[in-house]
């Protein structure tokens, strides 16, 4: 009997192999399948050799843990803990730890294989990693959420290291909860281990220029591909979604480059100004009534209508699934550059590429962050601290010839961003598997 998965000549090749484990009854928006999509035509474009194609498509490890702790009522409840490793071959893991209730093993394991690419294009020593507990922070107190992330550390901590996987912030995770898995693992080492963890507080080892790298990227990478389409800076229009961390940093950074702010989102609502929301003015406002809903100096728009505005630029730095099928056509944006992880569908794709829009994928427009984060940990090994103008240079150039890098395969293959950041990424790490060869 003929072997389902070689050609004719009997040799097995990426072709034979893409698709044979998709769910067909897994919806469009499942964050695995939109991942698996993207690899599996990037294995194909470059013709993987089926042996390293199942490598990078099984994660390494997969692991899963009770927590349980003391709520404050005296009551003990269990949580659920999720660690994901999917590659290692290139270095240790990276990846965040998230809290939240829509923690699910697949939503891990993509966000995992996202970590493997994405540091795989700006080319820094990291494997891809991600962690999450099953829980709802909102009705957590602070004393609680210490003792989850405490108990999901000590969980882990065969797992966790420096040199292993080194975890850092995500949705419902910050400064603080990193500095918990740090001591955590530190008291279990008997010293301190502050490279355990990126994303922490500047006073026990944190990054100067840290929170403002994502957004940076994002400003980085849209400048790229305006010069690259001929478009200007000054009075290119701007909409924003979301205006957390990513996309309140990467609004105001490229106010400062010259481009309009039109129109802005959170999850109360968004906003809309022709003429240009001023972004401080806009922040204070946030501060001093924590949403962006009711801003006085725009209009009231809906969340989707944002999407939709005439603007140049849009920037979805909010949630997955924030582009599909269903809104894609209406987008008017030359360039939408992904902030947030996974928010356009392989469905828009399509329609996208169609249009022409130039979609600055999430593994190359968000990956200022993981950079920075690599910085810390160089930082925190050497035990010598940069200035942040230094943190800004070495940024810049990384994210710039990271842009130009994926730019260059795309103009090569004649594919877009998206396929050509897969590429580039799924290449550098199958060129190391081929050299380390296989263990045992
Ligand atoms: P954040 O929590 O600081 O901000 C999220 C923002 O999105 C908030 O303003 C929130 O109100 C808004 N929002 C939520 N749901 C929305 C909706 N349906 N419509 C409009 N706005 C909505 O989070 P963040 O750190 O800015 O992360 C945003 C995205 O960027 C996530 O996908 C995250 O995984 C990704 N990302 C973050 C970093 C980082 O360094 N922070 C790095 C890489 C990727």
Not at 107 to 120: F, G, H, I, N
Not at 259 to 269: E, M
Request: glycine share 10%; proline share 5%; charged share 25%.
């Amino acid at each position: 009997m003929s072997n389902p998965n070689t050609n004719q000549s009997g040799t097995r090749t990426a072709r034979d192999l893409v698709g044979r484990s998709k769910d067909p009854v897994l919806a469009e928006d499942s964050p695995f399948e939109a991942m698996m999509a993207r690899f599996d035509h990037a294995a194909e474009l470059l013709d993987l050799d089926p042996g390293i194609y199942n490598v990078l498509r099984e994660p390494e490890k997969q692991i899963i843990v009770a927590v349980p702790i003391h709520r404050d009522n005296g009551e003990i409840e269990v949580f659920t803990g999720y660690r994901v490793l999917h590659n290692t071959s290139r270095g240790p893991g990276k990846g965040g730890i998230r809290f939240d209730l829509n923690v699910t093993l697949d939503e891990v394991k993509a966000l995992a294989a996202w970590m493997t690419w994405k540091c795989a294009v700006v080319n820094i020593p990291f494997g891809g990693a991600k962690g999450g507990v099953v829980c709802d922070p909102s009705v957590l107190s602070i004393n609680e959420l210490e003792r989850i992330t405490r108990r999901y550390t000590a969980s882990l901590i065969e797992t966790l290291g420096p040199d292993s996987d080194i975890p850092a912030p995500d949705v419902n995770t910050n400064e603080r909860v990193m500095a918990w898995v740090m001591d955590t693992y530190s008291m279990h080492k008997r010293h301190s281990v502050t490279a355990v963890v990126t994303g922490k507080p500047i006073e026990m080892g944190g990054s100067h220029g840290r929170r403002e790298a994502t957004g940076r990227g994002c400003m980085i990478t849209t400048k790229g591909a305006l010069k690259h389409l001929g478009l200007p800076l000054r009075g290119t229009k701007v909409a924003v979604q979301g205006f957390g961390n990513v996309g309140s940093v990467a609004a105001k950074l490229l106010e400062q480059e010259g481009l309009t702010i039109v129109g802005a989102s959170d999850k109360s609502g968004a906003v809309y100004n022709p003429n240009g929301i001023y972004i401080d003015d806009a922040l204070k406002w946030i501060r001093e009534h924590r949403y962006l809903a009711g801003y006085p100096n725009a209009d009231p728009v809906s969340n989707d209508e944002l999407l939709e505005l005439d603007v140049d630029v849009l920037l979805p730095a909010a949630v997955e699934n924030a582009i599909t099928r269903k809104n894609a056509a209406n987008i008017k944006a030359k360039v939408i550059c992904e902030g947030a992880n996974g928010p356009t569908t392989p469905g828009a794709d399509e329609i996208l590429d169609e249009l022409g829009v130039f979609v600055i994928p999430d593994i190359l427009a968000n990956a200022g962050g993981v950079t920075v984060s690599y910085f810390e940990w160089v930082q925190d090994r050497g035990g010598y601290f940069w200035e942040e103008k230094t943190v800004v240079k070495r940024l810049n150039s990384i994210i710039e010839r990271s842009f130009h890098d994926v730019l260059s395969v795309s103009i090569r293959h004649g594919v877009n961003l998206r396929t050509a950041a897969y590429m580039l990424a799924v290449e550098r790490v199958a060129a190391v598997h081929r050299l380390r060869g296989m263990y045992a």
